[in-house]
Structures are given as structure tokens and as C-alpha cells.
T-cell receptor
């Protein structure tokens, strides 16, 4: 079964700062997911990537398959980016289940 | 836009009650999942289904069962609710294969 480690667990930063959240996993994968959860519960899929880099607005996700590592970056951070960011990878059991990291709780202060 | 709808946002039940959590998706997804989310433990898979009437146990199936009689609907059943099942329950769906997951808004269940 794949194991997922995210860091940091908590991050507080000032508006405008460049943010990096890291994710490492133990078993080779077909794709990695980055998810965002705002207070109140709803989870939104931000990225699914299997190689290289993807960009959506101020969010950038990168993955290094050889090193089994991914990063999520936020440029010019804003208080509305405050949320929990979760990394997920295939569990490795042959079906499409995912194993999730415990999440990074990000707070951006004005 | 994909919509995954969970029947209740908040639910309060008594110990020993049978509890039904319903989830409906409108995108013809094959996969449907039930997760629970607890502070410090993250999201954990209870059960998933990849087709009608098919189900597979996840990491923490004890005390739960599921039903998928139609492709769009996946129900989670707590046979006899206990206080340690107080949690946020999230339903998700996706197409087969490495495809994005779509989540419902969650049901916060409190068992007293």
C-alpha cells in the first residue's frame, strides 16, 4: 500500500508570499492528485498530474516521478487561498482507490 | 459541471440507530467512494464501488455496509451507529482509471 507524507502540516504566511507544500509517496504511481478543502468541508480537485508541471492561475504543481515527490506552489498568496491542501496517490491495490496525505493547513494573513 | 450530491449536510443520530447516507452523481461515473475524515487522520476509505452491485472494502469497513443498485447512487449504511462513528463523511465519484475525483459537500454525522 502506498504511503503519503505531506509537509508542512501547518503553514501561516503573509499575503503575497510564495508558498510551497510538499508531498512524498512510497510506491510508483500513474498520477498524483492535489486537492483543496475550504472550511465547511467541500473538496475540490486542483490538479492531477503524472509528469512535469501543471499551472492554473497562481497555482503550480510539479512532480518528480524518479524521486517520488511532488510540490504545490502558490504565487502571490492571498487570504482566499487559506484552506487545507491534500495530496493523494493511487493506493496500489489494483483498483482506483486513493491514499491521502493528512493535509497541509494553510493560513494567509492580510 | 459534475455534481455529487449528499442527502444531508448535518445529521444527529442516537447510538444503536440504523443510519443511511445517500450520494448521487450525475456524470455517469463508474467509480463511487465513501470516505470519512477525522482530525489528524485525514481521509480514509470506507468502501468503494466500480459498477452497479459491485463493492469493495476500503481501509476501515467495520461497522459499515454499502449499496449500489443504480449507477448514479451509492448509499452508506451504519447498521448500528456508535459514538466512534461521529465524523465527516464524504462521497466521491470518478471515471475508471487515473481520473479526477469529484466530491460531495460532506455529511457531518454526530452520534450521541
Amino acid at each position: 500500500k502506498n504511503e503519503v507524507e505531506q509537509s508542512p502540516q501547518n503553514l501561516t504566511a503573509q499575503e503575497g508570499e510564495f508558498i510551497t507544500i510538499n508531498c512524498s509517496y512510497s510506491v510508483g504511481i500513474s498520477a498524483l492528485h492535489w486537492l483543496q478543502q475550504h472550511p465547511g468541508g467541500g473538496i475540490v480537485s486542483l490538479f492531477m498530474l503524472s509528469s512535469g508541471k501543471k499551472k492554473h492561475g497562481r497555482l503550480i504543481a510539479t512532480i518528480n516521478i524518479q524521486e517520488k515527490h511532488s510540490s504545490l506552489h502558490i504565487t502571490a498568496s492571498h487570504p482566499r487561498d487559506s484552506a487545507v491542501y491534500i495530496c493523494a496517490v493511487p493506493s496500489g491495490g489494483g483498483a482506483d482507490g486513493l491514499t491521502f496525505g493528512k493535509g497541509t493547513h494553510l493560513i494567509i494573513q492580510p | 459541471d459534475v455534481k455529487v450530491t449528499q442527502s444531508s449536510r448535518y445529521l444527529v443520530k442516537r447510538t444503536g440507530e440504523k443510519v443511511f447516507l445517500e450520494c448521487v452523481q450525475d456524470m455517469d461515473h463508474e467509480n463511487m467512494f465513501w470516505y470519512r475524515q477525522d482530525p489528524g487522520l485525514g481521509l480514509r476509505l470506507i468502501y468503494f464501488s466500480y459498477d452497479v452491485k459491485m463493492k469493495e472494502k476500503g481501509d476501515i469497513p467495520e461497522g459499515y455496509s454499502v449499496s449500489r443498485e443504480k449507477k448514479e447512487r451509492f448509499s452508506l449504511i451504519l447498521e448500528s451507529a456508535s459514538t466512534n462513528q461521529t465524523s465527516m463523511y464524504l462521497c466521491a465519484s470518478s471515471f475508471i482509471g487515473p481520473r479526477p475525483l469529484h466530491f460531495g459537500n460532506g455529511t457531518r454525522l454526530t452520534v450521541t
